[in-house]
């Protein structure tokens, strides 16, 4: 499946390779495709599409935060995400019928993002600066994170699985902030593939902080992805 558009879909002039960027797919079958958009260099190009590609929900979540640089970040998202999702069904970005599947822990409305019929997978993910966006034929999570500092994985870390506290115990000090971005980014990815989010224990899973990347989780492809210096992003998508 390619994300090139069936016919002509708004695209703005500053959508250019350097904002927004196709990529390296893990080398494995059923491959997520992945995009990553830089906030910054998008933002003033997004800001006049927002009130015309959006829906007026996501028009109210946008318009809820209250930091600009929020507000950018998720404009860049959704905007982007109905531009591809839209080139890929043929349709004006406005039109894409965007909504939550059940969650599968309390069936409230805030699970995996979905468009009603459509045989197509995606996963939406912001830090500061950045979005990354994820597409598959399977179920799919992504998560990008800024490395934390040290206070925030001292807090966090015993939160995590056992074994996982264990590994950034062992780590040395000046590396536990990336070991614990990739743990987070791992587990994250995982638990919004399977729909819940972070409504499960992430005690549960061992997705593991190990550079050389996740422990093995059956019937789900989890890979780390390269977005440059001071990140680190996941994705799993379900096996087939």
């Known amino acids: ?46 800001a006049p599409l927002a009130d015309v590609v959006l829906d007026s929900g996501e028009r109210a979540r946008a318009a809820a935060f209250h930091r600009a640089a929020d507000r950018d970040g998720y404009r ?21 019928p ?64 056992p074994r996982e506290a264990a590994e950034l115990a062992a ?5 536990r902030p990336a070991a614990f971005a990739r743990v987070w980014t791992r587990k994250e990815a995982y638990l919004k593939g399977l729909g819940i989010g972070l409504g499960r224990d992430l005690r549960r899973d061992h997705l593991g902080a190990s550079a050389r990347g996740p422990s093995r989780v059956p019937g789900w492809a989890i890979d780390d992805v390269a977005v440059g210096r001071g990140c680190a992003a996941a994705v799993a998508v379900a096996e087939q």
């Not at 109905?82 to 890929?88: D, P, S, V």
């Open 1 to 46: 499946m390619c994300l090139l558009p069936a016919r002509p879909v708004p695209r703005p002039e500053r959508l250019t390779p350097a904002a927004w960027t196709r990529l390296p797919e893990p080398p494995r079958p059923g491959r997520p495709r992945l995009w990553l958009a830089r906030v910054e260099e998008l933002r003033g190009a997004v």
């Open 76 to 96: 860049v998202a959704h905007v982007c995400l109905r531009m591809l999702l839209g080139a890929h069904l043929g349709l004006e970005p406005s039109e894409v």
């Open 98 to 161: 965007l909504v939550r599947r059940p969650c599968p822990g309390c069936q409230a409305p805030h699970g995996r993002p979905d468009v009603p019929g459509v045989p197509l997978c995606f996963s939406v993910s912001r830090t500061a600066g950045l979005c990354l966006l994820a597409f598959a034929d399977t179920a799919v999570g992504a998560d990008i994170e800024r490395l934390p500092a040290s206070d925030v994985v001292s807090a966090l870390t015993a939160t995590l699985h």
């Open 171 to 175: 780590c040395p000090p000046d590396r």
